[in-house]
């Protein structure tokens, strides 16, 4: 079964303290993570991951042009982690750009990530640049894109 997405409104003060604290409480191997006021400034778009009726988690993307998105934040709660449903929430951000006339999309993921990367490398996307000290020092990323036909 696929995982379907459902938009928060980050405008509204309550869907943003809930996104903020499923960031802060899954979403921990990053050093910088936006605060309540940062999600409610808005530019990027958030949705809730939808699996049997039960959210699994959070995901969302922010367009760098008209056709260039980048996702972020795509994580899994802890309890649902290793059963497939990151591969399901990483497509159906893919399907959300694809349907709002995105051509590219790309992500920036951690070294020490490797079920991120293996899971973008089996979805077709190729690493496209490796950033040392990246979001901070020590934090060094790979770039991921795919062009989406
Ligand atoms: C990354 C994350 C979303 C993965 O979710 P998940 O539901 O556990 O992922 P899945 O079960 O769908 O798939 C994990 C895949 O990684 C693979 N994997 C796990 N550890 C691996 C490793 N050390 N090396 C290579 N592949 C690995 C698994 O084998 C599996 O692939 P397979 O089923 O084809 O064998 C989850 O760990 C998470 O939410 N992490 C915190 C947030 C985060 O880091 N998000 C990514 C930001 S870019």
């Given amino acids: 079964m696929k995982v379907h997405l459902i938009a928060y409104d980050v405008s509204q003060k309550d869907q943003a303290e809930e996104l903020y604290a499923y960031i802060s409480e899954y979403y921990t191997s990053s050093p910088w993570i936006p605060n309540i006021e940062k999600i409610m400034q808005g530019g990027v778009k958030y949705f809730k991951a939808m699996h049997n009726n039960q959210q699994i988690g959070i995901t969302?993307?922010?367009l760098k042009t008209p056709t260039l998105a980048e996702t972020v934040k795509t994580t899994v709660f802890h309890d649902f982690r290793s059963k497939g449903l990151g591969k399901l929430v990483s497509e159906a951000i893919e399907e959300e750009c694809r349907r709002n006339g995105?051509?590219?999309i790309m992500t920036t993921i951690f070294h020490f990530n490797h079920s991120m990367v293996a899971i973008k490398l089996k979805q077709g996307y190729t690493i496209e640049g490796y950033h040392p000290d990246h979001e901070a020092p020590g934090f060094?990323?790979?770039s991921l894109g795919k062009v989406l036909k």
């Fill in 60 to 62: 969302g993307y922010v």
């Fill in 102 to 104: 995105v051509k590219k």
């Fill in 140 to 142: 060094h990323e790979y």
